[in-house]
């Protein structure tokens, strides 16, 4: 039979929470209990108790993810959760100091990890981020490691492992990488989209299916959790199943890369800003509220108001991409007309109108008069 392939990410192990039985304290690598202690404090990171692994100074949960000891006594920057299924997330630390280029160094492994790493930094640098990736020869703010794990005792095997950022806006600084699995014969590719999955981890991604776990077809399902390291829903992702995700949290053994959600999350965190800008006229002076939702579902995805006449500006991160866009404006006068960017003016609007499926790549700009 096929074995099932677990992607890791730091700070967790794949587990399974129950909040109404009482948990079973799990046995760490060398047939030792993890404390209780340790175990409220992963729980009250956010993450499942079920099967937590002891690994070097620290541990993995939820499969993928690494938690050093030092991290599980941190207390991030932001507490502000949303909760969903399967729209893409992030954690509540995020990586600062942008535009910045975060250098990737590859310790002890052959030719083939630095080839998988390579392909690996420069799928995401063709995304034209404010962070990109350069590969060092030694001391890159992440450093890709290995280590040898023999099968899980639900016959899956972890892939790797990583962290996510910490409260400081640094990446988290390792990629572990499993020398049993990634042995002598594997798929160059397929090493990368693990690489590429455990980036996204250092930069500050969750699991898409964090509360699923939908991707991993095995009994032991769960709701990852949330709590201080956060799970904070990326507006514009998609309510539905999203089966291609490269932050599912189990592989498919294919080379699984980014598909569009994933870019549009990756540039909602870490594209680059434009402007909205746009003028009212003195005679249709009031106040103007402006709506974007992702065409493709219809989520919400940013807004702003703006009051009086006169020029307007808002500098923001909208993803490329196709939008509906609502304008309400409330004014003495009974209707309004506008123009959104090139497009040909709409006239004697009443109170609000929404102009569908307008593709968005750069600058925005809007005319009330």
């Known amino acids: ?36 202690s340790i175990l409220e404090k992963i729980k009250a990171k956010g993450f499942s108790t079920f099967g937590v692994q002891r690994l070097d100074k620290g541990y993995i949960v939820e499969g993928d993810i690494f938690l050093s000891e030092k991290s599980l006594d941190e207390t991030p920057n932001v507490t502000t959760l949303a909760v969903a299924k399967t729209e893409q997330y992030r954690t509540n ?59 899980n005792p639900d016959n899956t095997i972890t892939l790797g492992s990583a962290g996510f950022p910490d409260n ?16 002598n014969s594997f798929s160059v590719n ?48 998609p309510y539905t199943t999203d089966a291609e995700s490269f932050m599912l949290a189990c592989s498919n053994n294919t080379d699984r890369t980014f598909n ?13 800003p434009r402007n909205v800008t746009g003028e009212v006229s003195s005679d249709q002076s009031g106040t103007t509220s402006i709506y974007f939702y992702n065409a ?45 960017t090139s497009r040909v003016p709409i006239y004697n609007i009443s109170n609000a109108v929404t102009i569908n499926n307008v593709e968005l790549q750069g600058a925005i700009n809007f005319k009330i008069f």
């Open 93 to 151: 630390n995020c990586v600062l100091g942008l535009p910045r280029v975060i250098t990737i160094s590859v310790s002890n492994l052959s030719q083939s990890f630095i080839d998988a790493t390579d392909i690996a930094i420069n799928r995401y640098n063709s995304l034209g981020l404010r962070i990109s990736f350069q590969r060092v020869s030694s001391g890159g703010n992440i450093n890709v490691i290995g280590f040898y794990k023999l099968p």
């Open 190 to 237: 397929l090493l990368a989209s693990t690489i590429q999955h455990e980036i996204g981890h250092t930069i500050g991604l969750r699991h898409t299916d964090y509360t699923t776990r939908g991707s991993c077809p095995y009994s032991n399902q769960y709701d990852e959790g949330q709590e201080e390291e956060g799970a904070i829903h990326i507006p514009g992702t």
């Open 260 to 272: 569009p959600n994933d870019v549009y999350a990756l540039e909602y965190l870490y594209g680059i």
């Open 296 to 340: 493709s579902n219809n989520d919400l995805v940013y807004s702003f108001g703006f009051g009086g006449s006169g020029s307007f500006a808002q500098n923001t991160i909208l993803p490329n991409g196709i939008y509906n866009i609502k304008i309400e404006h409330r004014s003495s006068k009974p209707t309004f007309s506008l123009q959104v």
């Open 1 to 36: 039979m096929k074995k099932l392939i677990r992607i890791s990410m730091i700070a967790a192990v794949i587990a399974i929470i129950s909040s109404c039985h009482k948990q079973e304290i799990p046995s760490d690598n060398t047939g030792g209990a993890i404390p209780k």
């Open 168 to 183: 400081s806006g640094n990446p988290y600084n390792e990629i572990k990488l499993n020398t049993y699995y990634y042995n």
